[in-house]
């Protein structure tokens, strides 16, 4: 915090906190409160049951979870593959050249995520790659969404890196190739495994993308839980809610602690 009286202090935690607590922390509250209620009094939830977590935690539910979480890690893997490849390629690439690249990954960024599904609809729903009705073709919008993601932090680290080290290792007669898997990635490791928990993050709260491709048998937990608060099950929507909140974040916490380990070795 780059200020330094104890007045200012106070102030700036202030202000933190009337932004913070209804913007961000009440309406979290609110959900999981109505995760444990039965109906509404007045402006708050009441009725304290668990009876939306034992549906949340089990059949169709549990399904959608797995199905989300393997959707989410999947798309993230290929996503940090294809993001790092294209980072690495783009830093040989001349200037102009990269900006093009650059562009070309930024692009599902720019547009809706809706649109990007409907692309992915229309462009592999015929032969030779005929991928409508699988699991496959929400698991391809995923990786299309997220890998502008990991292309950019793999970038951004790259810029970072202190070329003295590969210089070193090739003046020592260490190959391109040894150079990358001895050198670079190692120290890109940080980088691509916080690229990793956002691309992982973002993969499972997707919906509007999900909602055009998901087959019957696929089908992620963001599609359930809106499909519970527009049939007015709002309880039980909220318990679902809570569920993809806390899986997200116990993966994010393990990959946090891999990174923090890769930053100090």
Request: aromatic share 8%; glycine share 6%; net charge positive.
């Amino acid at each position: 915090m780059l200020v330094h009286s104890r007045g200012a202090k106070w102030a700036v935690w202030a202000v933190f906190l009337v932004l913070f607590l209804p913007l961000f922390a009440l309406p979290l509250l609110v959900v999981l409160g109505a995760s444990f209620a039965t109906h509404w009094s007045g402006a708050l939830p009441s009725g304290l049951t668990t009876a939306h977590y034992d549906a949340a935690t089990r059949g169709e539910a549990l399904q959608a979870l797995t199905v989300s979480l393997v959707t989410a890690l999947t798309a993230s893997l290929l996503a940090l593959v294809t993001g790092t490849w294209a980072a690495l390629a783009a830093a040989a690439l001349k200037k102009r050249q990269r900006r093009v690249l650059d562009a070309l990954f930024v692009l599902p960024l720019a547009v809706p995520s809706v649109v990007v599904g409907l692309a992915v609809l229309v462009a592999f729903s015929e032969p030779p790659l005929l991928l409508n009705g699988t699991r496959w073709i929400v698991i391809l919008a995923h990786t299309v969404l997220v890998t502008a993601f990991a292309y950019q932090s793999v970038t951004a680290a790259l810029a970072r890196l202190d070329p003295a080290y590969e210089q070193a290792a090739a003046s020592l007669g260490a190959r391109p190739a040894r150079v990358l898997w001895r050198i670079r990635l190692p120290l890109l490791l940080p980088s691509l495994t916080a690229a990793a928990g956002l691309c992982f993050a973002l993969s499972m709260g997707e919906l509007s993308a999900t909602m055009m491709l998901y087959p019957p048998g696929w089908t992620p937990l963001p599609v359930l839980i809106y499909a519970a608060t527009d049939r007015g099950a709002l309880f039980a929507g909220s318990a679902l809610a809570v569920v993809l909140m806390t899986a997200t974040l116990l993966v994010l916490l393990a990959v946090s602690r891999v990174r923090t380990r890769a930053t100090y070795r």
